[in-house]
């Protein structure tokens, strides 16, 4: 290989899978080589450093027809998701070798980048990969979420469900620093001891062990529920809705527990009317459509961070080999924090 000609391994999609779990089957490395000085006027060649492992991604390897605002992947092109990235080579004035980048990325090795849609990133401020948990998309989720549409206040009782995840872990802090009481939801006695001694969870519960959730909220939330943080659906929306308050709040942020189905086949919550009955505020959201509200939600979040009232934690896999690993380990519930593949 030329001195500018690099091996550049990708993660594409092979097939689409509409239900179940995603293997190999759908998801493939496959190794290409790229000329690094290849970029044309205004892109740049990166070196991706670290990639966001989503759950959203799951939709998007889905063939989603039209109707949904997400977009399936292309087969044989390789997904794509949040990086914090090296440029390695630049054809943009803005940007130079060395600089550090944040963006829409190939989900592999290197990758040519049109610069108008990256942004630069100050390596002294924070931790590289907090900018696609913490300080990122899974932050700027759980606050947008928790203090936008949740607005929560002082006394009141708050559910949070992935408690232990990217969103979860912030959700469960944010509501303690407003005063709340927050319990959290999620699936091993080792990461409800997780949220209770590390992070200032009141309390939570293994919903794998307490499996009859309506009598696990009755223990767990005797006067009821002010704020549900949705990130799960299905049949623990159904358990939730019979222990809301007077004009409870549910976010919608997501509800993993039915990606892996056809969306014909997902569960249908009986008890809507409960919203009706309650007062109840449900409302969805994608924090795309938030992006305004990043700089104060920074702020913000690095102060609590340097006054010691909030914690992170990142769950790292190495390599590009390792995306289809560090994607199921969501689905598994094997992660904690925000799960991120380094290269
Ligand atoms: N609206 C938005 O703009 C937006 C943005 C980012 C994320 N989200 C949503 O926020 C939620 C959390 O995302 P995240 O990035 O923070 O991921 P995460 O919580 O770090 O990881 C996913 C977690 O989902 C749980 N899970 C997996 N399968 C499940 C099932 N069948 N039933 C119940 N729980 C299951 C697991 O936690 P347990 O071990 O606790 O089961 C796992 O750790 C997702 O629904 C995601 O789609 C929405």
Redesign the pocket.
């Known amino acids: 290989m030329g001195e500018t000609i690099v091996r550049n391994k990708q993660v594409i999609l092979a097939s689409y899978s509409n239900e179940g779990p995603v293997t190999q089957d759908h998801l493939n490395v496959i190794e290409t080589q790229l000329d690094i000085k290849g970029c044309k006027h205004g892109e740049v060649t990166v070196k991706n450093m670290w990639i966001s492992v ?3 991604l799951r939709a998007r390897m889905k063939n989603l027809g039209t109707g949904l605002f997400l977009q399936s992947f292309k087969l044989g092109q390789p997904i794509v998701s949040r990086s914090v990235s090296k440029v390695v080579a630049s054809a943009d004035g803005q940007f130079k070798e060395g600089d550090i980048v944040y963006g829409y990325c190939d989900v592999a090795e290197y990758a040519v980048l049109s610069g108008s849609g990256l942004t630069k990133l100050n390596a002294d401020v924070a931790p590289l990969p907090h900018y696609l948990g913490l300080l990122g ?2 932050g700027l ?1 759980a606050y947008i ?1 928790l203090m936008k549409i949740g607005e929560p206040k002082p006394g009141e009782q708050v559910f949070v ?8 872990l912030v959700v469960g802090q944010l509501a303690k620093i407003n005063g709340c009481r927050v319990v959290g ?4 006695d080792e ?1 409800v001891k997780v949220l209770k001694e590390e992070f200032g969870f009141d309390d939570a519960f293994n ?1 794998k062990s307490e499996t009859d959730w309506d009598a696990a909220l009755s223990k767990y939330f005797p006067t009821g529920i002010d704020i549900y943080f949705e ?2 659906g ?1 049949r ?1 929306l159904e358990a939730v809705l019979n222990h809301i308050n007077m004009n409870a709040r549910i976010p919608v ?5 039915q ?1 892996n189905e056809d969306w014909k086949q997902t569960y249908g919550v009986r008890n809507l009317l409960n919203l009706v009955v309650r007062c109840a505020k449900m409302q ?5 459509h938030h992006l305004d509200h990043m700089d104060q939600f920074r702020e913000e979040m690095i102060s609590y961070t340097k006054q010691g009232k909030l914690k992170y934690r990142v769950d790292i896999k190495q390599g590009i080999d390792s995306f289809l690993e560090a994607f199921n380990s ?4 094997k ?1 904690i ?3 991120v593949v380094q290269l």
């Open positions: 989503d759950p959203y998309s899974s989720t979420g469900s992935t408690a232990a995840g990217a969103v979860g939801a999620t699936s091993s990461k919903y990130n799960v299905g623990m942020c997501g509800m993993i527990s990606y969805g959201f994608i924090v795309g969501m689905f598994s519930g992660n924090g925000k799960t």
